[in-house]
Structure formats: structure tokens, C-alpha cells
């Protein structure tokens, strides 16, 4: 193979997995297949940035057409491994700790699959732990979003444990560190605490013996003071440049009913308090949380050392979002309540729900989030990335239909009723489908456009054609079967099919109106057999997802 072909081969596929060819990843690839490349680089690489300009104008079709020439080793890539300090085998116990107040998202999907493939390599185990400490936001419908979310992306938990199950434990704790004077109750009022750690200056109570706030809080407890009027603080450093240590709070009164433990208690710990009690009891070894923790994490530990007990080892990572696409509830929420989303499950979000309607696979998920792995920087790719990850798995293993889009109808001449078997697949034996053909076939009308009259053209897989007349509808006849470069996807039946298409749910941070586009087409009868949630490719169009069946409706994937 010349290089000239060597170069093109790569070009488009990096262009292909990732959207946009990168010259430094091509010339790898083109050096190893053609080491002579070496002898004059300047030369090579000026090939490869003249091709990566050509490759750039084409269409993902085109790009995915001109790769059929080529031959492409599958190589196997190395899962990165997550190292973890002063880990045993058969010893670790990682923990995934959602609070159900919402549906789980792609920064959910990070963190769990963190904690699980920590422990799946360490061969531990992974408890799913649900933070479920605040009445006013949680729901058991968020708890079963959770775990189906978990369950699709193929992660097994261990055990599966409420921190609300264990609040007499935390009470315990809390009594403790009360009784050993390393925290106490306050009565006073938001404006006064804010005060006292803005200028350091101790409310008044900080200093009284712990006996009397042990009575104060017996009386929290027994219903005598109402919601805002007590609240538990840990007795940190009013001078800490870290102001999470002056005084935090760990117990507050919530008076609204739990969906798990209804009215049985009225005082609820917070966070810090809650994680710290539970990692004990559930014997974490490796305790996996998200910078936007940070400056909580002296808390953490300090508490571990007022308890006296054993710290788990604290690992960092960053967050994970999809730019453009929040996965803040305070931005979706209003979304979903006024309807400008279909739904939690819309395409457009990055909620695992969405991700799934969207056609995106759970290895995809699983591949993208670990590519980021333990790093502490802050990640927001944009959606192309994700699906980089996805159209590498669907396109040895979803079968092929044929899709026309605002369709334009063609007469040939001499083209006769027949019935063609075409491949469900062009290289796997996935069976065959298949298409009625007869005189009246239907083009896209963006095909139809830049035909000329006297061209010849190809509609793929069947015959070539020359167009005789160019109006509402086109005329042509058979012609000769040579080799054409246009190739033209085609359908026999007028069988109506819509795509969706989401684009960015946000536009310079607003919600964009036109985030979700719709085409509108034909699609080859096979298309009705299908079921629910399959994904296939629409041949020069992309990878879609059968989403209704009545009518038949499908969501753009990628």
C-alpha cells in the first residue's frame, strides 16, 4: 500500500472514533505500517495535514463509506487500572453512597464505577449505600432510579444499605462526642452563627459543661424544640483558615415525613456526620469521593479521631459532567416540571435514563468514565467524546436499514419489480432482510439537490442510474454498471419514520430552544420487526435507536 493510502486509512479513522482527525495520533499509526514515512518527515506530515483538511469536510457517512476500502486491525486496549494505597486483596470495601433526590447521571456513573472496579480488582467488595438523611429532598423513586440505573450499567453491588436504617448508631456517635465535650447544642439563630464563624468569636453555649447539652439534647430528640430552633455543632477550630471546620453542623430538626421511616424521627444528621458513622460501621477501607468535597475532608478524619476510631484511606477524584448537558437537579428540575425536556429519561440529558433512550451502550459509559479515571482534574468533554466511545462498539454489531430523509421520489426507467436480499450487516452474518423494488423508488431530498441532469449515479446496492429530468420529481434510467463514486441510499416503500435528533440542551449557559430537531422519512419496511430500544444504523445517515413503534419514531444516537 502506498502512503498516500496509509495516510488516508488512518486519517479517517481517527477522524471516525473521534470526531476530528489529530495529527500527532496519525502519524503514529501511519510510521508503524510505513517506517520509510521517517526518512522524510516534513513531507510526511505535510501529507497527513492535507489529508486530515480534506477528511475534515466530509460527512460521518462519507468518512464511514471511504473506511470499507480499508482493512482495520481490532486491537484489544488495556483497561487503566485503579491503583489504590495500602490495599489487600480480598480486604477492600469500597462504598457507592447516592442520596436518592434525583435520577442518577453521568457523574453518578463515574463514581460508581470507580468504587466497583476498585474493589472488583483488589477482589473486595463494593456496598451500595443509599445517604438517605434529608426527608425533604429523597423519594423511593429516586432509589429505584438508582438502582435500575446501576443494574443496566452492569454494576453489582455487594450489600445494600440506608443510612436511615442506622440512626440509633448515629445517635450514639453524636451522644459521644456530646458527652466528651467535643460538641454541643445551640438555640442560636442563623444570623448569630454565621457571626461567630465569620469573626470566631464562640456563641455563648460553646462553652457550658457537656451535661447541659446532653439534656438539651435528650430534649431535641423528645420533640421539644421545633425545626430551626436546636441545632447539633461539632466543636472545630473558629480560627481554621478552612471555615468547614468552625463549628459545623451535624444534626438538624426536619419535621417532614421520611418515604422509608415516615414519622419515627424528627432529627436528622447531616453529611459529615452520617458518612463518618456509616464508613465505621460498614468497615470502608478506601473511602472514593469527588473534589467537590475537599475541604470536607478534614472533617472527615477529624471526626474519625474524636470517635476514636479507625479512618478509612480518603481517595479524590474529580467531577464529571458533559458540557453543555447539567447535571445539576437545581437546572434539571425546572427543565422536567415545565416540560421543556420530555422527561428525566429525554435524550438530551445526561441522566443514565437519557443516555439509555439515546441509544448510548453501558460499556460506552463504562470505557468513557474510566478514561478519566482517578484524575484530579476537572473533566467536561463535550458529547462527542462519549459518542467516540459508543460508535466503536455499535459498529461491528448493529445491523444496517436504509433511511431516506424528506424524501424525493424517483422514477427509473427499466427497473423492473423484484424483491433483493441485502446483508443485515456488512461484515458479521447477522441473516438477511428483505426490500421491494420496483420502478418508483424515494432519495433524500439533500441527495437529490446536487444531482445534475445527465449524471450517473449509484443507488447502493442495486444499480447505477442516469438522470434524464431534474423537477418535484426526478426521471432516470438504468445505466451501465461501472464504477460510480456517488453512491445514494434509496427505500421502495413509503413506510413514514421520524428521527430525533438531540443537539445541546444548553446554549452560553441558557436553555436552547432548538435543542431538539426532528427529520422526517422513509424507512424500509424490516424496520417494523425491530423491537423497543434496538439499535441499529441507518446506512449514511448514523446510529439510531427504536424509541415508539406507533408511529415509528427513532432517537438519533450517533
Not at 436511615?164 to 467535643?182: F, P, Q, T
Not at 464508613?279 to 478534614?298: F, G, N
Not at 440529558?349 to 482517578?374: D, N, W
Request: contains cysteine.
Amino acid at each position: 500500500m502506498s502512503l498516500d493510502s496509509i495516510i488516508k486509512k488512518y486519517v479517517l479513522k481517527n477522524a471516525h472514533d473521534y470526531g476530528k482527525a489529530n495529527p500527532g495520533a496519525v502519524v503514529g499509526k501511519v510510521i508503524a505500517e510505513f517506517p520509510d514515512a521517517k526518512k522524510d518527515m516534513k513531507a510526511t506530515m505535510a501529507k497527513i495535514t492535507e489529508e486530515i483538511k480534506r477528511v475534515s469536510k466530509l460527512s460521518k457517512e462519507k468518512i464511514a463509506e471511504e473506511m470499507e476500502q480499508f482493512e482495520y486491525q481490532v486491537k484489544e486496549e488495556k483497561e487503566k487500572t485503579i491503583e489504590l494505597p495500602n490495599a489487600e486483596k480480598g480486604k477492600v470495601v469500597t462504598r457507592f453512597p447516592p442520596e436518592p433526590s434525583g435520577y442518577p447521571h453521568i457523574g453518578h456513573a463515574k463514581a460508581a464505577w470507580l468504587d466497583y472496579e476498585a474493589a472488583r480488582l483488589y477482589d473486595g467488595k463494593m456496598i451500595l449505600r443509599f445517604d438517605d438523611t434529608n426527608p425533604e429532598k429523597e423519594s423511593q423513586e429516586f432509589v429505584d432510579a438508582i438502582k435500575n440505573g446501576l443494574q443496566w450499567l452492569g454494576i453489582n453491588w455487594a450489600k445494600e444499605s440506608y443510612t436511615s436504617d442506622n440512626m440509633n448508631d448515629i445517635y450514639k456517635a453524636a451522644e459521644k462526642l456530646i458527652r466528651e465535650g467535643k460538641a454541643y447544642i445551640t438555640t442560636a439563630k442563623q444570623e448569630q452563627l454565621s457571626d461567630s464563624r465569620t469573626t470566631s468569636k464562640p456563641l455563648p453555649e460553646r462553652s457550658l459543661p457537656p451535661e447541659v447539652h446532653l439534656e438539651k439534647w435528650k430534649k431535641m430528640l423528645g420533640g421539644k424544640f421545633k425545626q430551626g430552633e436546636a441545632l447539633l455543632l461539632f466543636k472545630g477550630d473558629l480560627d481554621s483558615l478552612n471555615t468547614v471546620m468552625r463549628d459545623p453542623a451535624l444534626a438538624r430538626i426536619l419535621e417532614k415525613e421520611h418515604y422509608r421511616q415516615g414519622k419515627k424521627y424528627h432529627v436528622w444528621p447531616g453529611y459529615d456526620l452520617a458518612v463518618v458513622v456509616m464508613d465505621y460501621l460498614e468497615a470502608i477501607t478506601h473511602s472514593m469521593r469527588s473534589k467537590e468535597y475537599e475541604l470536607r475532608d478534614e472533617l472527615y478524619y477529624t471526626l474519625f479521631d474524636a470517635l476514636e476510631w479507625k479512618k478509612p484511606i480518603m481517595i479524590p477524584f474529580s467531577r464529571l459532567a458533559i458540557k453543555n448537558a447539567p447535571i445539576s437537579k437545581r437546572l434539571l428540575t425546572p427543565l422536567v416540571k415545565e416540560k421543556k425536556v420530555l422527561g428525566w429519561d429525554d435524550p438530551r440529558l445526561p441522566t443514565l435514563a437519557g443516555l439509555k433512550r439515546r441509544g448510548i451502550l453501558p460499556e460506552a459509559i463504562k470505557q468513557f468514565v474510566l478514561y478519566f479515571g482517578l484524575s484530579r482534574s476537572e473533566s467536561e468533554p463535550d458529547w462527542e467524546v462519549l459518542l467516540a466511545f459508543n460508535r466503536k462498539l455499535l459498529d461491528p454489531e448493529a445491523p444496517h436499514y436504509f433511511f431516506v430523509s424528506d424524501p424525493v421520489e424517483l422514477e427509473v426507467n427499466g427497473l423492473a419489480e423484484k424483491t433483493i436480499e441485502l446483508n443485515c450487516h456488512p461484515k458479521k452474518d447477522m441473516g438477511i432482510r428483505n426490500l421491494n423494488v420496483g420502478s418508483t423508488l424515494y432519495i433524500s431530498k439533500s441527495d437529490a439537490d446536487v444531482l445534475e441532469k445527465g449524471e450517473i449515479f449509484r443507488l447502493k446496492d442495486l444499480c447505477n442510474v442516469k438522470l434524464l429530468k431534474k423537477d418535484k420529481k426526478l426521471i432516470g434510467e438504468i445505466a451501465e454498471d461501472n464504477m460510480v463514486p456517488k453512491k445514494i441510499q434509496w427505500v421502495g416503500e413509503k413506510l413514514k419514520c421520524e428521527v430525533l435528533i438531540p443537539k445541546d440542551l444548553l446554549k452560553e449557559g441558557k436553555y436552547n430552544e432548538d435543542s431538539l430537531g426532528h427529520v422526517n422519512g422513509y424507512c424500509e419496511p424490516s424496520c417494523t420487526t425491530l423491537e423497543i430500544g434496538t439499535v441499529i444504523q441507518f446506512e449514511r445517515f448514523g446510529f439510531c435507536r427504536l424509541d415508539n413503534k406507533k408511529p415509528l419514531k427513532f432517537v438519533f444516537s450517533c
